[in-house]
């Protein structure tokens, strides 16, 4: 865990991470608050703060007596949400300081494939 950020939120996060990942699939069960607490070693209330978050946000639902569950949709909920954050934390930042230094979106968005791309000659090299 994270000393800097909320419990709660990182609870939420690594739940979010195994639906991302598919360990925890559309209508599978997901951990219970006690089990998330339990787990964690924390306080049952904050690991409910955290579900209760993605119960909120679509994500988990409740069925009375019997547990919480993935929602149908959750994936692309989360995906969704997490692309929109990446755009606002990287993105935005990214293309202010291009402005900044003059570069256009096409030199800006040259730089980027040169930077995503696999130098050629590094994946290319036969091991020593």
Do not use: C, W
């Not at 909320?6 to 991470?17: G, H, K, N, S, T």
């Not at 209508?27 to 703060?49: C, W």
């Amino acid at each position: 865990m994270d000393d800097a950020r909320p419990l709660f939120l990182q609870i939420a996060e690594r739940v979010e991470d195994q639906i991302v990942d598919g360990s925890l699939h559309e209508g599978a069960r997901a951990p219970s608050k006690n089990e998330l607490a339990e787990f964690y070693r924390i306080n049952p209330a904050t690991a409910a703060k955290g579900v209760n978050m993605l119960v909120d946000r679509g994500v988990l639902y409740k069925q009375r007596g019997i547990g919480m569950f993935v929602a149908d949709g959750a994936r692309e909920r989360v995906l969704e949400a997490r692309r929109a954050a990446f755009a606002d934390a990287y993105i935005a930042p990214l293309v202010a300081e291009a402005a900044r230094l003059g570069l256009g979106p096409d030199v800006l968005a040259r730089l980027i494939l040169e930077h995503a791309t696999p130098d050629s000659a590094s994946s290319t090299a036969a091991p020593d």
